[in-house]
């Protein structure tokens, strides 16, 4: 029997809920980590049961926490090397919240800097995590987006973390400035067919990508048009909100950016546009159907200023041939008086047949639906405010 | 024996009570405090100070015998009633909000 765990990160604490194959009944675990931002939450495909999460407090700075059952019990893994795995009293050694900027002469980038918002050049700060993605093949590995805007990488299970520090000291870094929310590097992407190339985004940089495992990084922002910067079509400077792939067409993404709908064919390398009939196309996740790599999902917003569902209706939008043409699904979701938004992280799909489909909102509420978009029905309505949402499918 | 009175949320890191014990060896600063308590709670690492550069968080605040001593040489002694366990170095997250 397939059972499906979702894996949802608030503004006060993670949720786990959990369903059989049916996807009828949930059970809401939580919250973990009561009254900490958890900006995401993300199991290994591998081994599902090693799940890290990103806890963290304008108070007390980030923390990494990691669970190797599940989510029933968690941990914070990391201590130094040359130092005990455990302190006398058995507790673990706490080296894994430590995201320092690779500054050495070897492999970093001394005394970069970036473009604040007064157009000056400030340094880059460590603030928080804001995605984690676990590698493909190895449970110990995962990778990090961090605000400010940078890439790191830990080999064993979360109890150190390092830049992967080429990225930020891509030629245009300097020229990379925050978004309203900051500039964070807030999606990777992993190529399954190609250990080697890894996807970024970054508000509001735009989209990176290497094909040698970071050694180095090429902006691919090509075809996409910002009216919000001085040149609409310059190589960096673009406000990505979230791209996607499906594990069976690796060189095709699809991308959520600030406004417009965008695919590639060619991984990356050229965008356009595939907006088409949205009601609106601005928006900030996007999301891939399981089974069918031309059935893609988002949910509109109706602009950068009004972030909110267009007409107080909130809607899905699924394409069923990669873009263009667009189909509203209200089946079962609020379609008067809803003024809720519906973040980057916080739209995820599941593995099982017919494929399942999720989102978290800023209102509290999770959706789900079990027959690919086409009916709707709340797993959950009164949590925080829903920052991401990942859906594992377990055998 | 140093008192040392932590945040909810620290506490809950630590999982300790409101109120731990730490001893030090020598005068007793802010500094001597915090390596001593991160020793001993290794998982407060970079909660209550910054890795590496070892400046308080901003939002982070340190009281002793009624005063605010945040602002203070991490240096310098602490008072006296510290020092001999009368009462609690206080670690308090700041005031935020209306």
Request: charged share 25%.
């Amino acid at each position: 029997m397939t059972a499906i765990r979702l894996l949802v990160g608030t503004r006060k604490g993670a949720f786990i809920l959990t369903s059989n194959g049916q996807r009828t009944d949930w059970s809401i675990d939580g919250p973990f980590f009561a009254g900490w931002e958890i900006y995401h939450v993300n199991g290994s495909p591998v081994e599902p049961d090693r799940i890290y999460a990103s806890q963290s407090s304008s108070w007390f700075g980030q923390i990494i926490q990691r669970s190797d059952d599940g989510g029933k019990t968690w941990m914070q893994p990391g201590s130094d090397a040359t130092e005990p795995a455990v302190s006398p009293d058995g507790l673990p050694q706490g080296e894994s919240n430590k995201f320092v900027y690779d500054t050495s002469e070897e492999t970093g980038k001394p005394l970069s800097t970036h473009q604040w918002y007064d157009g000056t050049q400030h340094p880059w700060e460590f603030a928080r995590v804001w995605h984690l993605e676990p590698s493909l093949d190895d449970p110990d590995t995962c990778y990090a987006g961090v605000e400010d805007a940078a890439l790191f990488k830990t080999t064993d299970g979360a109890r150190t973390w390092h830049e992967i520090a080429a990225l930020r000291g891509h030629e245009t870094g300097p020229d990379w400035a925050p978004g309203a929310g900051g500039m964070c590097l807030h999606t990777v992407v992993l190529d399954p067919e190609n250990k080697d190339r890894i996807y970024c985004a970054i508000s509001a940089a735009g989209t990176f990508r290497t094909d040698d495992g970071g050694k180095s990084w090429k902006a691919i922002n090509r075809g996409l048009h910002s009216e919000q910067i001085p040149d609409p079509t310059a190589e960096v400077g673009h406000c990505v909100h979230r791209i996607a792939i499906h594990p069976s067409r690796p060189d095709t993404l699809y991308m959520q950016k600030h406004w417009d709908v965008m695919r590639s064919d060619d991984g990356g390398d050229t965008w356009r546009e595939v907006s088409g009939n949205l009601p609106s196309d601005f928006g900030f996740p996007i999301a891939v159907h399981a089974y069918d790599p031309e059935t893609i999902y988002v949910v509109p917003i109706l602009s950068d200023s009004l972030h909110y569902p267009p007409d107080g209706k909130l809607r899905v939008y699924r394409s069923r041939s990669g873009g263009e043409t667009w189909e509203a699904l209200t089946n079962g979701l609020p379609q008067e008086n809803c003024y809720v938004n519906v973040l980057r992280d916080a739209m995820a799909v599941d593995k099982a047949d017919p494929c399942g489909i999720y989102f978290g909102t800023t209102g509290g509420q999770v959706y789900g639906s079990s027959d690919s978009g086409d009916t709707w029905a709340p797993i959950v309505r009164d949590l925080p405010a829903v920052l991401s949402v990942e859906a594992q499918t377990l055998s | 024996m140093i008192r040392v009175a932590l945040p909810y949320h620290l506490q809950v890191l630590a999982r300790c009570d409101r109120e731990v014990t730490i001893q030090i060896d020598g005068p007793v600063t802010q500094r001597g405090i915090l390596d001593a308590l991160e020793a001993r709670y290794p998982m407060l690492r970079g909660t209550v100070r910054e890795h590496v550069s070892l400046k308080r968080r901003p939002r982070v605040r340190f009281f002793a015998a009624g005063e605010d001593v945040s602002h203070e040489s991490p240096d310098a002694e602490l008072p006296k009633s510290i020092a001999t366990g009368a009462e609690p170095f206080r670690i308090v997250g700041a005031v935020a909000g209306g």
